[in-house]
């Protein structure tokens, strides 16, 4: 069984609980190194990778400064190839 990976970013505030106004970029891996990127509306992209069989597999979050208490967050997801 084999499987394509990518990840999805998105900053946030670590304050704000409406993250269907954010926007974020899906990113494709590639084993050659040619990795393709998209972006859209968070709540749009996760959406899109649900319909055409993604699965999210892990979720991780880092602070990016203490000031602005903003937040980076990854998701990672798989899909099965063939």
Not at 25 to 44: C, E
Request: proline share 0%; hydrophobic share 40%.
């Amino acid at each position: 069984m084999k499987f394509e990976y990518g990840y999805l970013t998105f900053d946030f505030g670590i304050f704000s609980t409406n993250l269907d106004k954010r926007s974020g970029t899906f990113t494709m891996l590639s084993a050659d190194g040619k990795h393709k990127a998209y972006s859209g509306k968070l709540g749009t992209l996760i959406a899109q990778l649900g319909d055409i069989g993604w699965e999210l597999v892990s979720a991780d979050s880092a602070e990016k400064g203490t000031m602005n208490k903003q937040v980076m967050a990854v998701y990672t997801f798989k899909r099965r190839v063939g």
